[in-house]
C-alpha cells in the first residue's frame, strides 16, 4: 500500500512555484546577468544577437554564452536561430510572472507596500 503524503496539493504546488522562482532570481544574480536582462529589455521586443550584447556589454564570448545560456534555461531569455545568428530576447511573461509573485506577497497580502506605489515607480 503506497504511503499517503502529508502535504496539500496547493502546498506542493506551492512549494514548487517558490522553488522554480527562486531559480529564477538566483539566474539574475550576478551583475552580468542583471545587465544582460536590462540591455534585452531595453531592445524589446525585437532582441539582440549575441555580438550585438558583447559589444554594448564588453562581456568576454565564453562568459557570455555561459551567462545566456543560465538565462535560458531558468527560462527568462528566448533564443532564436537566424542563420548563423542567436538572437535574445527577455521572456516578459516569466518577469511578470516573477513580478506578480512579489506583488502578491507584498501589496495584498500584508500590504507592506502601496501598490500605488509600484505603479508609481512603473510609469
Known amino acids: 500500500m503506497a504511503a499517503l503524503s502529508t502535504k496539500a496539493p496547493s502546498a506542493s504546488k506551492s512549494s514548487e512555484r517558490v522553488a522554480k522562482y527562486a531559480d529564477m532570481f538566483s539566474a539574475m544574480g550576478t551583475e552580468p ?8 529589455l531595453t531592445a524589446h521586443p525585437e532582441g539582440l544577437v549575441v555580438s550585438e550584447i558583447q559589444e554594448e556589454l564588453e562581456i568576454p564570448n565564453s562568459t557570455l554564452s555561459h ?8 527560462g527568462l531569455v528566448e533564443v532564436q536561430r537566424e542563420g548563423t545568428f542567436l538572437r535574445y530576447t527577455a521572456n516578459t511573461g ?6 506578480q509573485f512579489l506583488y502578491a506577497e507584498c501589496c ?6 502601496k501598490p500605488q506605489d509600484i505603479i508609481q515607480i512603473c510609469k
Open 33 to 40: 546577468r542583471l545587465r544582460i536582462m536590462q540591455l534585452l
Open 67 to 74: 551567462h545566456l545560456d543560465k538565462l535560458r534555461t531558468e
Open 94 to 99: 516569466a518577469l511578470q510572472e516573477l513580478l
Open 108 to 113: 495584498t497580502r500584508n500590504k507592506a507596500l
